[in-house]
């Protein structure tokens, strides 16, 4: 009788399995969706795009809308002003956040509460209400069509340090107090014992804040004035513009500008999920 009701549960949890995994392909396919009509709709011309009802599969392959966009252009430029911006704005950002996270979840100084506090009303400002001192700013210290004018402002990420701090939260204090006692250094216990053990959280800032910077059209548009330093999302929005009002080359642009985040993406995706797991569960 028990190896009867044993393998009837048996049973049910394969039926569960089943159900769930449908489930989650259904979703997934829901998910990829907008990223093949993307895909299908770069290779169509604007007629081809607006067609009602659509064509899932392009009757025909207009490759020209890829050619159009790197013929004439400056597009490689465009490409590698992304990466350069958004790499080193986030490798910034990793690096003064999870400094400031560190000092707020394990050093004790007086006002600690207070600091992390503004941290996190900092979180509600949006960025286009102080867009325009920030861009008065930047113009005074002649930033304007710079690097360091579209990566400084982006590198005082409050985000990151509200992340951050509840990984560090998770690291036990006798992991620095050991360390302290065999004579290293705040710095040393930072980046030797406790900078491994964040790591996913580390991973995940990397992917968000890659991501962020290398869709912000609205702050690059503003600081890049000639063509050569324009980003992929803003150079693809001057073409548009210039040339015609073929969606083709947006769609054409998009997908080439959604190939470095899948790399991102795929190349950290271990540290990402596990962050997100860690981030979730409160000990």
């Known amino acids: 009788m028990k190896k009867s009701n044993l393998g009837n549960r048996l049973k049910r949890a394969d039926k569960l399995d089943l159900v769930v995994n449908i489930l989650v392909f259904l979703m997934a396919v829901v998910n990829l969706f907008p990223f093949y009509y993307l895909l299908t709709n770069s290779v169509k011309n604007s007629a081809a795009i607006f067609k009602m009802p659509p064509d899932w599969w392009p009757k025909t392959f207009q490759y020209k809308n890829y050619v159009d966009l790197f013929k004439g252009q400056p597009a490689f430029r465009w490409a590698l002003n992304s990466f ?95 360390g302290k006692l065999d004579g290293a250094g705040e710095f040393t216990v930072f980046r030797k014992l406790v900078m491994p053990i964040v790591k996913p959280g580390i991973g995940a800032l990397f992917i968000l804040n890659f991501v962020n910077i290398w869709n912000d059209y609205l702050w690059q548009m503003l600081v890049a004035r000639s063509k050569n330093m324009m980003t992929l999302m803003v150079g693809t929005a001057s073409i548009m513009q210039e040339i015609s009002p073929n969606y083709g080359y947006k769609m054409a642009g998009a997908a080439v500008a959604s190939v470095p985040m899948l790399i991102i993406f795929i190349c950290f995706q271990r540290y990402f999920t596990s962050g997100i797991t860690m981030g979730a569960v409160k000990e």
Do not use: Q, W
């Open 84 to 178: 350069v911006v958004a790499l080193i704005t986030t490798l910034l950002v990793v690096l003064c956040a999870s400094l400031a996270a560190y000092g707020c979840s394990k050093l004790h100084f007086t006002g600690r509460g207070v600091v992390y506090a503004i941290f996190i009303g900092a979180l509600m400002i949006p960025k286009e209400i102080f867009i325009v001192p920030l861009f008065r700013i930047i113009t005074k210290f002649n930033l304007v069509d710079t690097y360091a004018g579209m990566i400084l402002p982006n590198v005082a990420s409050t985000f990151g340090v509200f992340l951050l701090k509840g990984f560090f939260d998770t690291v036990p204090d006798s992991i620095r107090e050991s």
